[in-house]
């Protein structure tokens, strides 16, 4: 029986790296905010009606920048040698697809609140009743890593007053095959048929990820360390109001990068094997960073789940996994949906192929 032929229809990777998205424009949108706040905080204290808005305001700030990008840059930072470590454990790490279901039912009931005046009401409310959960991994026969080439030249002239790279990483996961695909629809029915009965209700989500991938990377590229790139001087700053200011320095000595980990998975085929190495040649997870250069070959990735019984597609499921030649070329999870990890433009793809050189 002929195999299935797999999809190919995935662009080459590139890791795109720019100068911080915060420029001259976006520093000067920083400074006017930092202004505003200052000056809202100092009216609003001087005139005491609006002193518990100045209080409102000042934690709001506080909250809100200690969940910012730049707390999650400082508290995750790593040399060129731990992000190189951490990205050959991304490029071996298995993908995870999971299902879950609740199931639930709702129950009414009366509550008894006491008033201020010491009388008793009675109010009717709803609660929700979770009588069933559960979580199943999809069990996939093999999976590639396609992220392609990850390389940064440390010596280009474009950075030599840079100090850091503020590295995004996402992640994308797709089947190889349309067979996979309509195995895996197959396991979704059969796993939701199976606890459809067990309540009135019943939730049901899917979650597919990278284990240990952690988006914001703050890399440091240069031997000497600033004394104030570090979560608490940031703290310190925040709390002194002084957080947008800390931002456009921080900025001023980085750079930006954004590299996507890609895997695809098959349930049917060792997608490992030597038949596949011309298909994905150019797609070969590698990293060249400054003098440390590492390549894969296929025993690093040869992962194959021995628990899995493999069987060859018959002509049934074959045609009836037609229906999913469309949804395969659509990635099943794609980290681009989030606003930061927007997909570079022309003008930056140019601007990276002018600095840098890929096969």
């Known amino acids: 029986m002929e195999r299935q032929p797999l999809y190919q229809n995935i662009q080459k990777n590139q890791f795109i790296y720019r100068n911080s998205k915060n420029g001259i424009s976006s520093n000067k949108i920083l400074i006017t905010t930092q202004i505003f706040v200052w000056l809202f905080i100092i009216f609003s204290f001087i005139n005491h009606n609006y002193s518990s808005i100045a209080i409102f305001t000042y934690f709001l700030y506080v909250i809100i920048e200690l969940c910012s990008h730049t707390s999650r840059f400082l508290l995750n930072k790593k040399t060129t040698n731990s992000i190189y470590n951490k990205l050959k454990e991304l490029f071996i790490s298995s993908p995870v697809l999971q299902l879950s279901v609740s199931c639930y039912h709702l129950e009414k009931r009366i509550q008894e609140n006491r008033t201020e005046d010491n009388r008793i009401v009675q109010k009717e409310i709803t609660e929700r009743i979770e009588t069933y959960k559960e979580r199943r991994d999809f069990p996939y026969y093999s999976f590639r890593d396609i992220s392609g080439l990850f390389e940064f030249d440390l010596n280009n002239d474009n950075f030599k007053n840079k100090t850091y790279i503020k590295l995004t990483l996402d992640s994308m996961i797709s089947f190889a095959d349309s067979i996979s695909y309509y195995d895996y629809q197959i396991f979704k029915n059969n796993f939701i048929n199976e606890n459809s009965q067990k309540d009135i209700n019943i939730d049901f989500k899917e979650k597919f990820y990278i284990s240990n991938l952690t988006k914001n990377n703050l890399i440091r590229i240069k031997n000497k360390e600033p004394f104030y790139v570090n979560f608490f001087f940031f703290f310190i700053c925040t709390i002194l109001t002084m957080a947008l200011p800390y931002e456009i320095m921080l900025n001023n000595i980085s750079i930006e990068g954004k590299y996507q980990i890609k895997k695809i998975i098959s349930t049917r085929y060792d997608l490992n094997g030597n038949q596949y190495d011309d298909m994905y040649r150019n797609l070969i997870p590698s990293i060249k960073l400054g003098e440390n250069t590492y ?46 990890l927007d997909l570079p433009t022309e003008e930056e793809i140019n601007f990276s192929n002018r600095n840098k050189k890929y096969e």
């Open 295 to 340: 390549n894969f070959n296929s025993k690093d990735y040869g992962y194959c789940n021995q628990d899995v019984d493999i069987n060859l597609p018959s002509l049934e499921e074959i045609e009836n996994a037609e229906q999913y030649e469309e949804e395969i070329k659509k990635p099943i999870f794609d980290d681009h949906s989030n606003d930061d």
